[in-house]
């Protein structure tokens, strides 16, 4: 006889019960993580974030699918060979992910350094740094708001649209003052389109694209940033090691002469 399992399944939230109230949806990052889902709210999807992936995850060969091939290869008593094409190609692909792998752990620690949260007094080196991805082939279809009618029902789905323009604006009016909130709003930009035109579309390719050539330039500003202050900081330790050296040396051949004139003093007198 068959016997149904009991499967608990986690209740909705009260905001998002038929009758809920005003507020259809979580209000802060408490209430989300509390639940036992994915809350399908207005503010982000799952498969947004997924889809700004830079590379897609592969599961490997399972045990008996393993067993399989190499018990097949040895009964048919053949060698796999591969050619050079194949060996350069494996190559640099082992190459690219090395260098992915090194990038994403330059982003995770990108948030402890200081100047990366460093406000500036000024506005030419965020309008530097946006000239550079604004100028670049992937930033195209980003440099100017969404047209509502070539994207029906974008407005209703993305509540928070931005564009390259529109930061432009926020830069020199002194709403973004750092890398980071820079990096932040590029990072919406990417976010909303991979939201509306879903992950397997050319223009989320090409949003990976175009984000993976913003985080390196994001990545040398700053690179280039933290240099100049460490180098503008040893100078200054340099400058102040001379100058209390110069008075140490002066205080020191102050004694002698001090000295001397008691000297000179004392056999005056006598």
Request: hydrophobic fraction near 40%.
């Amino acid at each position: 006889q068959l016997v149904e399992p009991a499967i608990a399944i986690p209740l909705l939230p009260t905001p998002y019960q038929p009758g809920g109230g005003a507020i259809n949806y979580l209000e802060d990052v408490q209430q989300i993580l509390g639940t036992d889902f994915s809350p399908p709210d207005r503010y982000f999807t799952v498969s947004a974030l997924l889809g700004r992936l830079r590379i897609p995850l592969k599961l490997p060969a399972t045990t008996s699918a393993a067993a399989a091939a190499s018990a097949a290869a040895a009964s048919s008593g053949t060698t796999v060979t591969k050619s050079k094409k194949e060996e350069l190609e494996a190559e640099k692909k082992a190459k690219q992910l090395r260098l992915s792998f090194e990038k994403q752990q330059a982003l995770l620690t990108l948030d402890q350094n200081e100047i990366y949260h460093q406000e500036h007094i000024e506005t030419t080196t965020l309008l530097a740094l946006w000239k550079r991805i604004s100028s670049h082939r992937t930033s195209a279809v980003f440099r100017k708001p969404v047209n509502p009618l070539e994207a029906p029902g974008y407005q209703e789905r993305i509540l928070f649209p931005i564009d390259l323009s529109l930061i432009r604006k926020m830069i020199v009016c002194r709403m973004i003052k750092s890398y980071a909130g820079f990096h932040r709003c590029v990072g919406l930009i990417c976010h909303n389109c991979v939201k509306f035109n879903g992950r397997e579309s050319d223009y989320s390719a090409l949003t990976r694209d175009f984000e993976d050539n913003v985080d390196e330039k994001v990545l040398e500003a700053v690179r280039n940033a933290s240099a100049a202050a460490a180098a503008k900081a040893a100078e200054s330790n340099k400058a102040v090691a001379a100058a209390t050296g110069g008075a140490g040396g002066a205080a020191a051949a102050a004694p002698p002469v001090a000295g001397a004139a008691a000297a000179a003093g004392t056999n005056g007198a006598a």
